[in-house]
């Protein structure tokens, strides 16, 4: 009885051991798995980020595009607008500055 048993202890650690190998070949890979899938995941929370953050700046963009217009047609309403206020004095300006020139310098 004593070999049986002996026996049968070598059998129960054998089948022990190739238990624990096979749980801890199963742990390997699970953590493998979990930490593949926690790279694919970050990269794809970068991967949105990036793309909201581009979203954003493509929005400010066209804002800022739309106000710089609406100043640069602003301003050459404004420049219109003083051209046409001041254009009688441009022309009497205008000849003072050549009359004042030719009688400083002459005609050379």
């Known amino acids: 009885m004593a070999t049986n048993l002996a026996e049968e202890i070598k059998e129960v650690e054998a089948e022990s051991k190739q238990i624990v ?14 930490k593949n899938e926690s790279e694919r995941r970050v990269k ?26 609406k100043v640069v047609s602003d301003g050459q309403a404004e420049a219109k607008s003083l051209e046409k206020k001041h254009k009688d004095k441009l022309k009497s300006v205008g000849a003072w500055i050549a009359e004042e020139v030719m009688a400083k310098y002459g005609r050379s």
């Open 44 to 69: 794809e929370a970068k991967q949105e980020a990036y793309r909201n953050y581009r979203n954003q700046v493509t929005k400010v963009e066209e804002q800022a595009e739309e106000k710089a217009q």
């Open 21 to 34: 190998s096979q749980a801890k070949s199963e742990a390997v890979k699970i953590v493998s798995d979990s």
